[in-house]
């Protein structure tokens, strides 16, 4: 029987090595090494300014290191394999449209053929429950909404990896746990995902793999269970008994 040939990365592995980046005088990240090999959730912690969001945007193509490499299936980022790495920040970036048009803007831009931009973006909006906002203009939808929407907007093109800084942030517990929904579904599809949270309970409701940063550097890279049951550092220790409040 024939199967389906594998879809060849474009993305994955998403790898960081020794990545150094520094911005007047000071060394905003030190010597990281941080990369996303397989389907799963990571979710990347620390204290603020700890480096997570540059770090974001390193393996994400929009920072250059000054030092180090990134590198997308064994590549430097380019603008070409773009969609295969869904951006999400903690404050959503929607075109004047509406909620439809912006999901097929975001297909149209990954390549996907007009034809099968409608019946795609429908679909996607309808994983993120929000047909019924699909006509509306994208600004006068929730922050839930919109940040729902954003998320949405990056998953119809099936990206291989998501990347998520404080996505959650601004949002109510409702709208938390819609995002939540989603970021797992994304998982179970096979997604590799970076999700960068303050949030504990978010952290132990969706994390195989725990990263703590701090002060620009790696302090732990484990299995979530060893994060949550033994981690090593101080910091983590602290953050993990709820004695530190990232
Ligand atoms: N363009 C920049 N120029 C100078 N300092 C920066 C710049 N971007 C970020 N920083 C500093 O780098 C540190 C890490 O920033 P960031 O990655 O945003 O931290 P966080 O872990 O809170 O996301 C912070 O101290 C921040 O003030
Ligand atoms: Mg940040």
């Given at each position: 029987m024939a199967s389906a040939a594998p879809r060849s990365?474009?993305?994955?592995?998403?790898r960081g090595e020794a990545l150094a980046l520094r911005r007047g005088g000071r060394?905003?990240?030190?010597d990281l090494n941080l990369s996303l090999e397989k389907p799963g959730i990571t979710t990347l912690m620390g204290p603020n300014g700890a480096g997570k969001s540059l770090t974001v945007r390193m393996l994400a193509g929009l920072v250059e290191p000054d030092s180090g490499q990134v590198t997308w299936a064994g590549r430097a980022p380019d603008r070409a394999r773009a969609s295969s790495v869904g951006l999400v920040f903690h404050r959503p970036v929607m075109l004047r449209r509406s909620a439809l048009d912006n999901v097929r803007y975001g297909l149209k831009a990954a390549g996907v053929p007009r034809g099968e931009r409608r019946e795609r973006a429908m679909a996607a909006l309808a994983r993120g429950r929000l047909e019924h906002v699909?006509?509306?203009?994208?600004?006068?939808?929730s922050g839930g909404e919109q940040q729902r929407l954003a998320l949405v907007r990056a998953l119809a093109v099936e990206p291989e990896a998501l990347l998520l800084d404080?996505?959650?942030?601004?949002?109510d517990p409702a709208s938390t746990l819609a995002i939540e929904e989603l970021v797992s579904q994304a998982q179970a599809r096979g997604t590799a995902v970076l999700l960068v949270t303050h949030d504990l309970g978010q952290a132990r409701r969706l994390a195989d793999r725990v990263v703590f940063l701090n002060a620009g550097g790696l302090s732990e890279d484990t299995p979530a269970v060893t994060f949550f049951d033994q981690p090593r550092t101080p910091q983590a220790q602290a953050f993990v008994e709820g004695r530190l409040v990232l």
């Open positions: 990365s474009l993305a994955l592995p998403i060394l905003l990240v030190d699909a006509a509306s203009p994208a600004w006068v939808l404080e996505p959650t942030a601004n949002l």
